[in-house]
């Protein structure tokens, strides 16, 4: 069974912190993708990475940022974290044309 | 449009049928799924259909699929309290560089003795 782990369910963080959330996969998968979630919004894709070192905007990008070192790990990076950004956060990996296997989600709050 | 559609709540009997409907835009969508998001959890996968195929059936699961009215919809027989989730409709898109997944925004399926 593939496997998506995202480092924390829950994370509190403070208004104009850096902040770092981590995603691992362990079926070799080229594709990642983070999306953040609201009620009544669905998901909402931010970034997404086909290859290592590959990122490319999805349709909420402002104020997050991305790291994909190595093929296994997708990083999302709030730079100066916002009120706003308080959200469920959620990954996901897939092989080309294959339905996307998610992580459990982190609920991240900003005070 | 871009949307994947789908309403927001849906209500049933516990071991009636419930059918949950989904209209999507990209005609050259290869795959549609329904994922199910049970409270505090991701997303888990529970059934996907390929586009040339009209039905697919699994346990208590079936889905069908009406490509030229671009309408999925997810059926789930002697609905059960287990089954209260959200339930997403997603379409797959090839972009320029990889294959995006469209959600639409979930229905939440409450179930009531």
């Known amino acids: 069974d593939v496997k998506v782990t995202q480092s924390s369910r829950y994370l509190v963080k403070r208004t104009g912190e850096k902040v770092f959330l981590e995603c691992v996969q362990d079926?070799?998968?080229?594709?990642m993708f983070w999306y953040r979630q609201d009620p009544g919004l669905g998901l909402r894709l931010i970034y997404f990475?086909?290859?290592?070192?590959?990122?490319e905007k999805g349709d909420i990008p402002e104020g997050y940022s991305v790291s994909r070192e190595k093929k296994e790990r997708f990083s999302l990076i709030l730079e100066s974290a916002s009120t706003n950004q308080t959200s469920m956060y959620l990954c996901?990996?897939?092989?080309?044309?294959?339905?996307?296997?998610f992580g459990d989600g982190t609920r991240l709050s900003i005070l | 449009g871009e949307d994947v559609e789908q309403s927001l709540f849906l209500s049933v009997r516990e071991g009636d049928s419930s059918v949950i409907n989904c209209t999507y835009t990209?005609?050259?969508?290869?795959?549609l799924y329904w994922y199910k998001q049970e409270p505090g959890a991701g997303l888990q996968l529970l059934t996907y259909?390929?586009?040339?195929?009209d039905m697919k059936q699994d346990q208590r699961l079936t889905v069908l699929l009406n490509k030229k009215d671009k309408h999925l919809s997810l059926r789930i027989a002697d609905t059960q309290t287990g089954d209260s989730a959200i339930y997403f409709c997603?379409?797959?898109?090839?972009?320029?560089?990889?294959?995006?997944?469209?959600f639409g925004s979930g229905t939440r399926l409450s179930i009531r003795p």
């Open positions: 996901a990996s897939t092989a080309p044309s294959q339905p996307q296997h």
């Open positions: 079926m070799d998968h080229e594709n």
């Open positions: 990475s086909y290859d290592v070192k590959m990122k």
């Open positions: 990209d005609s050259s969508s290869t795959y």
């Open positions: 259909i390929f586009s040339n195929m």
């Open positions: 997603a379409e797959s898109r090839r972009d320029s560089s990889a294959s995006k997944i469209i």
